[in-house]
């Protein structure tokens, strides 16, 4: 099954199915802004899930987790039955960054179980774009109870990928721009690099005009994985990794464990090692 569907394919799936819209715009620099977005215009009847409030936990002093560590499953299935979304009807996760965010909540419903979630391709400029039917204000659905249980995505934690560093049959895939890979740049954590041993490929270069490629180039892009027996999908905190899975799963490729901590945690214990510049 595509998790990703067209606009036309969406609007199809909400008259038919009754599909649920979840509207999940941020941004790192004003995270305010996703909400005001959503309030000025949204796809008809969808709810709003903040990437700090909703689809993480809260931060650890320890760093522990990184800086957007998964929300606890019975707090986020609480969170989604209060917006009235339902188990038995399809969710479609939207933003307005090709995905970026959107992937992020597309991940966690899978991790709860709900396999009936897609991402909208091309987000909200597409559908306004084809489909041009939009709302303000906030949608309010009467409360359910969403049921789910985590593990139906696979993830690794920092203590395991660290013990299989030398496993040559893993493969680590950092999903951060080239020059935070590298570590000639580094805006966010206190630490420049990448984990030892990772390959590099930037989550953006799933996309095509902000939509994403067709099935056949995203499995080229991703023919490093025929080499491992598994890989790992990892980023700053754990966020556009999970765009490098769906990609994955678009391409009709293995689902890749997640790195829920990702770089954001690695970095914080100085015990460990750390790669800089361009192996690959």
Known sequence: MNPIVTPTEAEALRR????????????????????????QAHLPGAVYLHLDDDLSGPIQTSGQGGRHPLPDAAVLCQTLGERGLSNARP???Y????????ARAWWLLRW?????????DGGLQAW???????????????????????????????????????????????????????GTHEPIDPVAGHI?????????????????????????????????????AYCGSGVTAAHNVLAAEVAGLPTPKLYAGSWSEWCRDPKRPVEQGHPN
Not at 23 to 33: E, K, T, Y
């Open 95 to 102: 933003d307005d960054a090709g995905g970026a965010m959107a």
């Open 196 to 232: 030892p041993g990772a390959i590099n490929l930037p989550f953006t270069g799933n996309l095509e005009d902000g939509r994403f490629l067709p099935a056949d180039r995203l499995a080229e892009r991703f023919a490093w994985v025929d080499e491992a027996d598994e890989w790992v």
């Open 16 to 39: 038919e199915q009754g599909a649920q819209f979840v509207d999940a715009r941020f941004n790192l620099a004003d995270p305010g802004a996703g909400r005001r977005g959503y309030e």
């Open 91 to 93: 969710i479609i996760v």
């Open 128 to 182: 306004v774009a084809d489909i041009n039917d939009t709302e303000s204000g906030n949608a309010a659905h009467p409360a359910t109870t969403f049921e789910g249980q985590p593990g139906g995505m696979p993830t690794v934690d920092a203590d395991t990928l660290e013990a299989g560093l030398e496993d040559a049959s893993v493969l680590l895939v950092d999903a951060r721009a080239p020059d935070r890979y590298a």
């Open 112 to 120: 709860l179980g709900h396999a009936d979630t897609f991402v909208l």
